[in-house]
């Protein structure tokens, strides 16, 4: 949706310009760098989510044979 692509570009523009800040880059190194960071979080958070569901299923399991023995 047209909602959704201004918040993704908000985002962008607040990442370059902390970025901006914090570095002396031209922009189009600020561009990447900012792209690099972006794919980075969304591998961690990918990470982060398998982690989740592997521990959710391992602690199904443990109420799942909790209840098989009541």
Request: glycine share 0%; aromatic share 0%; charged share 35%.
């Amino acid at each position: 949706t047209r909602e959704h692509v201004e918040r993704v570009a908000r985002q962008v523009d607040r990442k370059m310009a902390e970025l901006a800040q914090a570095t002396n880059l031209p922009p189009a190194q600020l561009a990447v760098l900012t792209a690099v960071n972006a794919v980075d979080d969304q591998i961690k958070s990918r990470d982060e989510i398998r982690r989740l569901q592997k521990e959710n299923q391992r602690l199904q399991a443990l109420l799942d044979e909790r209840d098989a023995k009541a």
